[in-house]
T-cell receptor, first 118, second 115 residues
């Protein structure tokens, strides 16, 4: 069975600080997909990134960066120079590879509430 | 392109009643998944529909059901509501290019309160 753990329940930082959100996953599959979503107070889950298990290259998108390490089963997310608008709950999720006719599902971590104070 | 839409956004029901929630996927997306979010259990997968067929199902009782129409729109139904069914119900759509690797895009959710 697959599992995602986000050990940090809440993080509070001051604006312009860098912050890293941790994500550790468990799966028996050799091919899988990892995701990060942001959930602002409005409730909608906003897609941030998808990473394939066979691609360990780190990615940077503006102030966001992701560090994927298969050796430690981790997929951490860093926000550089945080802003108040980054305040939200962030979810890490895992999906296992399936054929086109099979179903798919996301297994989510517990989420990390990030508060960025001015 | 318009995003995933869900109706209604808020709903209040009493125990024992039934409820139907609706989801319209992003244009061109053929797969619709449903998730339940509660403070205690977090985000949990309910089921996925593709080509009007349920392809995958989470660990929920039979009171939770769904269907998908030929235009990919989906509905989920909860019968005999219980207090514990109070939750945010999120719908997600994906293009269904390949199972598992598709990115799921979420709607704003329906907040269900059971009194």
């Amino acid at each position: 069975a697959q599992k995602v753990t986000q050990a940090q329940t809440e993080i509070s930082v001051v604006e312009k600080e860098d912050v890293t959100l941790d994500c550790v996953y468990e799966t028996r599959d050799t091919t899988y997909y990892l995701f990060w979503y942001k959930q602002p107070p409005s409730g909608e889950l906003v897609f941030l990134i998808r990473r394939n298990s066979f691609d360990e290259q780190n990615e940077i998108s503006g102030r966001y960066s992701w560090n994927f390490q298969k050796s430690t089963s981790s997929f951490n997310f860093t926000i550089t120079a945080s802003q108040v608008v980054d305040s939200a709950v962030y979810f890490c999720a895992l999906s296992e590879a399936r054929g086109k006719t099979s179903g798919s599902r996301l297994t989510f971590g517990e989420g990390t509430q990030l508060t960025v104070n001015p | 392109k318009a995003g995933v839409t869900q109706t209604p956004r808020y709903l209040i029901k009493t125990r024992g009643q039934q409820v139907t929630l609706s989801c319209s996927p992003i244009s061109g997306h053929r797969s619709v998944s449903w998730y339940q979010q509660t403070p205690g259990q977090g985000l949990q997968f309910l089921f996925e529909y593709f080509s009007e067929t349920q392809r995958n199902k989470g660990n929920f009782p039979g009171r939770f059901s769904g269907r998908q129409f030929s235009n990919s729109r989906s509905e989920m139904n909860v019968s005999t509501l219980e207090l514990g069914d109070s939750a945010l119900y999120l719908c997600a759509s994906s293009p269904r290019v390949a199972g598992g690797s598709d990115t799921q895009y979420f709607g704003p959710g329906t907040r269900l309160t059971v009194l």
